[in-house]
């Protein structure tokens, strides 16, 4: 489809500086930005009005967990940390998610992400077991492909069992490496798509270096992974025991410690990295490691706040992320934007990071650090992932500069959203899809998780 979108108030790029805002029309061809500026409409091209709107590049969630989304404020673990929520949530439901769960927890947490002007997630799903009747991958790619949302499948998993504070708990499921490997592999064979705009990728993603594998077999996941052409993800440094533990355990603090294994470098990234000191900061900066930053989990968590100006400040790679709606109780990549503009500026003054640091870390960083330089900025050649955000809602009323709207608003407000200049999203909806029905298909799997407890 050929387009044409103009009368937007303004755009925020994904860029730096100065190329953080442009203005005018821009013109998409073959699923990319052909021009930008003031263009006058082509007898083959589509018009579509953004009056009154911002355009930004499509938003990228570099770190998700989409099973999750029917696991939101469970009453048990609403207050706890890191350690019980993960023994009260995760650890507690995994066995009950049959592939009508997995189903609709997905399409749940997908169409919320479009909703909110997101168009590529990283996924890290980790639960893959001899239990399930069904192949989870395919459930999550297939729904992506039916939502025409970008999807990269961290595929996790772990190798080492971790003991909770209780045995009531059916023990989540552990993989042999050579097995594990080995299923990554065919997802690889299967799913892979290396090209600039491909939909689908694999990324090996194990649960965590510190807890879900040996030092030694840490190294041959890396090897095994750059063997295979694909990414390396993991959560890192989330909370002070994980500081604490590699201290005690191998003299040395996080970063270093994966470094030590081969796991630093441009084709990785961590999520969450709340607790690094200066040598780590530095060592992310130097070495091109990315960070998932995940504030509003963080926050829900009570697990502190993650150095992301620091890193940013000297030069180190930045994205944000929903994080799993059980410890966040939402997909909304537009409230993470919020919340990532006001949290540092609480604890380190009001310049700490402005909205445009916000739109570039969720925008041309994410798909950077994803793999995908040709995605997230709005340029002129770079593939046509775009959302128009709307400005129409008793909020936006008052705003002297409109054009922060998206970040600074509180919330996603979204208009229309291409894919690869494909419309996904058209007048705040998905077409095709039949909400109430899905509301309803939530509402009754809820109903069956906490029926099948224990």
Same mark, same amino acid.
């Given at each position: 489809?050929?387009?044409?979108?103009?009368?937007?108030?303004?755009?925020?790029?994904?860029?730096?500086?100065?190329?953080?805002?442009?203005?005018?029309?821009?013109?998409?061809?073959?699923?990319?930005?052909?021009?930008?500026?003031?263009?006058?409409?082509?007898?083959?091209?589509?018009?579509?009005?953004?009056?009154?709107?911002?355009?930004?590049?499509?938003?990228?969630?570099?770190?998700?967990?989409?099973?999750?989304?029917?696991?939101?404020?469970?009453?048990?673990?609403?207050?706890?940390?890191?350690?019980?929520?993960?023994?009260?949530?995760?650890? *507690?439901?995994?066995?009950?998610?049959?592939?009508?769960?997995?189903?609709?927890?997905?399409?749940? !947490?997908?169409?919320?992400?479009?909703?909110?002007?997101?168009?590529?997630?990283?996924?890290?799903?980790?639960?893959?077991?001899?239990?399930?009747?069904?192949?989870?991958?395919?459930?999550?790619?297939?729904?992506?492909?039916?939502?025409?949302?970008?999807?990269? +499948?961290?595929?996790?998993? *772990? *190798?080492?069992?971790?003991?909770?504070?209780?045995?009531?708990?059916?023990?989540?499921?552990?993989?042999?490496?050579?097995?594990? +490997?080995?299923?990554?592999?065919?997802?690889?064979?299967?799913?892979?798509?290396?090209?600039?705009?491909?939909? *689908?990728?694999?990324?090996?993603?194990?649960?965590?270096?510190?807890?879900?594998?040996?030092?030694?077999?840490?190294?041959?996941?890396?090897?095994?992974?750059?063997?295979?052409?694909?990414?390396?993800?993991?959560?890192?440094?989330?909370?002070?025991?994980?500081?604490?533990?590699?201290?005690?355990?191998? !003299?040395?603090?996080?970063?270093?410690?994966?470094?030590?294994?081969?796991?630093?470098?441009?084709?990785?990234?961590?999520?969450?990295?709340?607790?690094?000191?200066?040598?780590?900061?530095?060592?992310?900066?130097?070495?091109?490691?990315?960070?998932?930053?995940?504030?509003?989990?963080?926050?829900?968590?009570?697990?502190?706040?993650?150095?992301?100006?620091?890193?940013?400040?000297?030069?180190?790679?930045?994205?944000?992320?929903?994080?799993?709606?059980?410890?966040?109780?939402?997909?909304?990549?537009?409230?993470?934007?919020?919340?990532?503009?006001?949290?540092?500026?609480?604890?380190?003054?009001?310049?700490?990071?402005?909205?445009?640091?916000?739109?570039?870390?969720?925008?041309?960083?994410?798909?950077?650090?994803?793999?995908?330089?040709?995605?997230?900025?709005?340029?002129?050649?770079?593939?046509?992932?775009?959302?128009?955000?709307?400005?129409?809602?008793?909020?936006?009323?008052?705003?002297?500069?409109?054009?922060?709207?998206?970040?600074?608003?509180?919330?996603?407000?979204?208009?229309?959203?291409?894919?690869?200049?494909?419309?996904?999203?058209?007048?705040?909806?998905?077409?095709?899809?039949? +909400?109430?029905?899905?509301?309803?298909?939530?509402?009754?799997?809820?109903?069956?998780?906490?029926?099948?407890?224990?």
């Amino acid at each position: 489809m050929n387009m044409l979108i103009h009368n937007a108030t303004g755009i925020l790029t994904g860029l730096r500086g100065d190329a953080a805002r442009s203005t005018g029309s821009v013109r998409i061809r073959n699923g990319r930005i052909a021009e930008m500026g003031d263009l006058s409409p082509l007898p083959d091209e589509t018009l579509l009005d953004a009056r009154g709107g911002v355009i930004t590049p499509g938003l990228v969630s570099t770190h998700h967990h989409l099973f999750q989304t029917m696991l939101k404020a469970v009453p048990t673990a609403i207050n706890k940390p890191l350690e019980p929520w993960l023994r009260l949530v995760p650890n *507690t439901y995994w066995n009950r998610i049959d592939e009508r769960t997995l189903g609709v927890a997905a399409r749940v !947490g997908m169409v919320e992400l479009l909703l909110s002007g997101c168009t590529t997630v990283a996924d890290h799903h980790y639960l893959f077991s001899e239990l399930y009747p069904y192949n989870p991958a395919d459930v999550l790619f297939d729904t992506a492909r039916n939502l025409g949302l970008r999807y990269v +499948l961290a595929r996790g998993g *772990t *190798t080492q069992a971790r003991k909770f504070d209780t045995d009531e708990i059916i023990p989540a499921p552990t993989e042999p490496l050579d097995v594990m +490997l080995r299923r990554v592999d065919d997802l690889v064979r299967r799913y892979h798509d290396p090209s600039p705009a491909s939909m *689908t990728r694999i990324v090996l993603a194990p649960n965590t270096p510190t807890w879900g594998a040996t030092p030694t077999e840490l190294r041959e996941m890396a090897a095994a992974a750059r063997g295979m052409g694909i990414f390396l993800h993991s959560h890192l440094s989330e909370t002070t025991n994980y500081v604490k533990f590699c201290l005690e355990t191998y !003299g040395m603090r996080p970063l270093q410690f994966v470094a030590e294994h081969d796991w630093v470098g441009p084709d990785v990234w961590f999520a969450h990295l709340v607790h690094m000191d200066e040598s780590e900061i530095a060592l992310m900066a130097q070495t091109g490691t990315g960070m998932a930053h995940c504030p509003q989990s963080n926050c829900r968590l009570g697990s502190g706040i993650a150095p992301a100006p620091a890193l940013d400040a000297c030069g180190g790679r930045v994205s944000l992320a929903v994080d799993g709606a059980a410890s966040n109780e939402a997909c909304d990549m537009g409230a993470e934007m919020h919340c990532a503009w006001m949290i540092h500026r609480a604890v380190q003054g009001a310049d700490a990071v402005t909205a445009e640091d916000v739109v570039r870390w969720s925008t041309s960083s994410g798909a950077s650090i994803l793999g995908y330089p040709e995605l997230g900025s709005v340029e002129v050649g770079k593939i046509a992932d775009l959302v128009v955000h709307r400005l129409d809602s008793p909020r936006h009323a008052g705003l002297h500069d409109p054009l922060i709207a998206p970040v600074v608003s509180g919330a996603a407000s979204v208009r229309h959203v291409l894919v690869g200049g494909r419309p996904v999203v058209v007048d705040g909806a998905i077409p095709g899809l039949d +909400l109430e029905r899905l509301l309803e298909d939530a509402r009754t799997v809820v109903g069956c998780l906490d029926s099948t407890g224990p």
